[in-house]
């Protein structure tokens, strides 16, 4: 049934208000003489009797197609939280003093876009001229409820005109005659006792739950348990796991910036070797690197657990959580690196329980251990110390002392692709979009298949504008995500490719007004993608 079927028929019909006053005029005129009911009747109608404009749905149905065309005009660019990657135009590291910039820093690795606020549309003006009723007569409305006994009176009346007609009258006579009392017969001190006693009623029935809403230490980010599943689901028909040099053949993948295709050598190498710290850890970084952060966080937990020396894998773990806004986890993250580092173990009070911190006061405490531990030697830049403070200060939204914090360890460690990414990530989120792109394409030359950097460098296109190119980039990602399809079975295509990437080249195309592609990205049909943007796959 077409649209215009179901709305044009009877919406501009015989109006049923109308119908009844015409009966409800024809029985009074009859009726000698006009009692005071009656005549009440007959003012109510008398000024009700015009026939009210029915709604036209024809211009609104023609104006439908240019919605959403309208919409994009009025779409103001949007800011996004891009993932970590660092420029090295600066030579300062970050030390106490008057400098008020510490280093790069990003809300990791990956650039969250804000979502859409349509408060900040022009509103429109209404031709409408809106009354408003005083509190006195609010009050009186409320009190009498008149609809509620209308309702009452109607609710035992069958579908017939005349009968209703009748309950109609009725009804008016009694009102007029003062037979019916809509006014509240207790006193206020009783309504006020009723009222507490429905409070307190309520209050008992819903305590537990009121307590939950009640308590901010019960919020997820401040909860101990970060709710990432423990255990890793493993990607199904990986025909890798036929391979017993798995671990090395994803390490070569990685290398040639296949990232899809390590992630699979990955997950068959754990599955080969449950106990494989090393091959955890090197699933877990990969995701990242793959745009997955809850299975990233999942897979380097694993790690940790079986080796808790691992360096690297806390500071990743920390970004993978910042990704996920759990800043709770990645400050935790970020004190176990310290504790586990030999170098700077000392400087972990053991009098102070993180778990008993709240947000604030815990991040308080690691940025001071990280302060210090790069206060321990001012003359050498140590860039996981410099690596860490940049995502400390992602957190907490000090992007300018992030940046520095990033610039600083990559002019020690410039051929480290992360740091360039979460550079360009902190440099996005500070709108500085242009310089973003650079950091980003320096991370690209380093690692080609960094799809997390591609990712970004989409959505700062998004940011400056070009949406077409920013298409292209997602499309570059999901096509690198694409490329291990050969190496395990698919059960659909919709399972092609990460779901943030899909989310975000959905809204490219809305931006850009294009129907077309925005329904084969409903679809998932990457190649005829490739094809609408002229991408070689």
Known sequence: MSLNKLVGGDCGGNNSLVQLSNIVNRDVSISQPISQADRFVNEFIAQNSQVPQTFNM??????VPDVETVQQKNIPQMETNQNFIVNTQTNSTWLPGPSTSFMPQTTMLRTLQLPFQPALRKQAI???NIQYMDESELKDIASRDVGAKVQDNLSSVPDDGKQLRNVFMDFMKQLSAGE????????DNQRTIGKDKIIDEMAEKYKDEWAKLSDVTSDWKLSNNDGIPEEYTFTDGNVMLENKNALELGKEKLK???VPGAVLCFEAAVQQQPESAEAWFYLGTTQAENEQDPMAITALKKSLKIDPRQLEAYITLAAAYTNEDMPKFAYIALSNWLNASPKYSDLIPRDVDIQTLDLKELENHVKSMYLRAAQLNPSEIDPDVQNALGVIFNVCQEYDKAVDCFKTAIMVSSDNAKLWNRLGATLANSNRSEEAVNAYHEALNLEPGFIRARYNVGVTCMNLGAHKQAAEHFLVALNQQHKASNTHQYTS????????????????????GNHDAANLVDDKKLNELNKYFEIEA
């Not at 919709?494 to 850009?512: A, D, E, Q, Y």
């Open 58 to 63: 024809n211009a609104l149905l023609k104006n």
């Open 126 to 128: 209404s031709n409408i």
């Open 180 to 187: 019916l009392n809509f006014e509240e017969s207790a006193p």
């Open 256 to 258: 040639m910036g296949d």
């Open 493 to 512: 295509d919709s399972n092609i490719g990460s779901s943030t990437i899909w989310t975000t080249l959905r809204m490219v195309c809305s931006f850009m």
